[in-house]
């Protein structure tokens, strides 16, 4: 099908999308009567651009609150406050896990100062700024399937490289934070996130306030995995009392 068919279908599926909230792939199959390959290929597409989530046999609108959170700056003031609050609780030659994810990246430039690193990614981007620090961290990639949603290697490869180390810590961000249940998160892929956990002795997760308190359906980290909760002075003291009471430390950055 010619590239200006494609552009048209997609348009539609959007419109399909606005009108119902989600649509399935069987559904869109017989909308459109093309293949399956060709629509996941569409949702695939549409997903790159912000536009959709892939949900198991379909997809969603994407969620107003994520586009807004989007919108904002890579590294917004309070994500280099929570980067900094976190970065002081590595020492130097401690051997770490940065998960993919805007919040975790901007911890990278807080490194500079320590000497002796050991990182671990399972992100390119994450491991490109590491590679221009002048303390020169020694480098480990997970490997793995590349998955498009996250931006990062995910899969048993990734998780079977993981499980051959052991680390002092995990950085780790979140799509929401569910007070009574912990992290969650639209995509599916949670299984490398869990490894990770299950691999460093201490599990930091670093998140802006305005994601506590949101549910998405895909719980990623229990409490009971979770060490520390570094975010910004916005989060109300009640959920601070609520998240305390896992067993889990706050720490507000300023």
Not at 83 to 103: C, E, M, P, V, W
Not at 199 to 223: F, H
């Amino acid at each position: 099908m010619s590239k200006r068919n494609s552009t048209q279908r997609r348009h539609l599926i959007m419109q399909l999308l606005q009108q119902q909230g989600e649509v399935s792939v069987e559904r869109l199959v017989q909308h459109f009567n093309t293949s399956e390959v060709t629509i996941r290929k569409d949702l695939t597409a549409l997903e790159s651009s912000g536009l959709l989530l892939r949900r198991y046999g379909g997809a969603i609108l994407m969620p107003s609150e994520i586009l807004s959170d989007e919108s904002d700056e890579p590294f917004s003031q309070s994500k280099l406050a929570i980067a900094q609050a976190a970065a002081d609780r590595i020492r130097d030659h401690n051997r770490i896990i940065i998960d993919s994810g805007s919040t975790t990246a901007a911890l990278i430039k807080q490194l500079n100062p320590k000497q002796g690193l050991v990182v671990m990614t399972n992100s390119l981007a994450v491991a490109t700024q590491l590679t221009e620090l002048e303390n020169e961290p020694t480098l480990l990639m997970t490997g793995g399937t590349w998955d498009i949603r996250s931006e990062s290697f995910q899969g048993q490869v990734a998780e079977q490289v993981l499980r051959s180390y052991d680390f002092d810590q995990l950085f780790i961000g979140a799509d929401g934070i569910d007070l009574t249940r912990g992290t969650t998160t639209f995509n599916e892929l949670v299984g490398l996130s869990r490894v990770m956990a299950e691999t460093a002795r201490e599990v930091v997760v670093m998140v802006e306030s305005q994601k506590i308190g949101r549910k998405m359906p895909n719980l990623e980290l229990s409490w009971a995995q979770i060490d520390v909760l570094v975010t910004d002075k916005g989060i109300a003291s009640e959920m601070i009392a609520q998240i305390e009471r896992h067993n889990v430390e706050v720490i507000l950055a300023n």
